[in-house]
């Protein structure tokens, strides 16, 4: 089955412990990125990958660490949480070419930093 | 920054009528446009994209753009309480910043 998994699905962390959440996807897609949704301010991307050791910066990176050394896997770092990084964080992938063609979304983090 | 602005509703229809919603953005350089369908506390979910002037349908959804006004709109017919979710226009800003904005979202109540 087509899909992209991302884990964990829910997580209670405190300030300042360095988390992982991982992305993985099974389409062979170029384009991977994440979101993340908050109440009233909607989605908003933090990063995005447009292959293997290719990344750049979404509209909310500041806080975030990316990398992207396969092809099928693109984790968010969180080197040091901090409450308002509390907030259900989405990973998605598409095929990549011009124009961007649809993306494939995970199921969603619920991360709560205390 | 490039903005991508909807109404954010909530937006209430009768069972079997037309849904309208609506999605304008800042970029000219903007080449590819989505909706999505975000049901309360799950992913979104892909509902139409469109690259090309005018309209493209699929089944009771109806994507319309106008690029020179820089709008988007969805229109749903014969509105089912099924659709009772909140819509997500996305916009692929490019120019080689191949970044995605969306919308705050309209929230859609179909009443029975």
């Known amino acids: 089955e087509a899909q992209v998994t991302q884990n964990p699905r829910y997580l209670i962390t405190v300030t300042g412990k360095k988390l992982t959440v991982t992305c993985s996807q099974n389409?062979?897609?170029?384009?991977m990125s994440w979101y993340r949704q908050d109440p009233g301010l909607g989605l908003r991307q933090i990063y995005y990958?447009?292959?293997?050791?290719?990344?750049d910066k979404g509209d909310v990176p500041e806080g975030y660490k990316v990398s992207r050394k396969e092809k099928r896997n693109f984790p968010l770092i969180l080197e040091s949480p901090s409450p308002n990084q509390t907030s259900l964080y989405f990973c998605?992938?598409?095929?990549?070419?011009?124009?961007?063609?649809?993306?494939?979304f995970g199921p969603g983090t619920r991360l709560t930093v205390t | 920054q490039k903005e991508v602005e909807q109404n954010s509703g909530p937006l209430s229809v009768p069972e079997g009528a037309i849904a309208s919603l609506n999605c304008t953005y800042s970029d000219r350089g903007s080449q590819s446009f989505f909706w999505y369908r975000q049901y309360s506390g799950k992913s979104p979910e892909l509902i139409m994209f469109?690259?090309?002037?005018g309209d493209k349908e699929d089944g009771r959804f109806t994507a319309q753009l106008n690029k020179a006004s820089q709008y988007v709109s969805l229109l749903i017919r014969d509105s089912q309480p099924s659709d009772s979710a909140t819509y997500l226009c996305?916009?692929?800003?490019?120019?080689?910043?191949?970044?995605?904005?969306f919308g705050k979202g309209t929230k859609l109540t179909v009443n029975p």
């Open positions: 998605a992938s598409s095929l990549y070419n011009l124009p961007l063609y649809e993306q494939y």
């Open positions: 469109i690259y090309s002037n």
């Open positions: 389409m062979n897609h170029e384009y």
């Open positions: 996305a916009v692929n800003i490019g120019g080689g910043s191949e970044k995605l904005v």
């Open positions: 990958s447009m292959n293997v050791e290719v990344t």
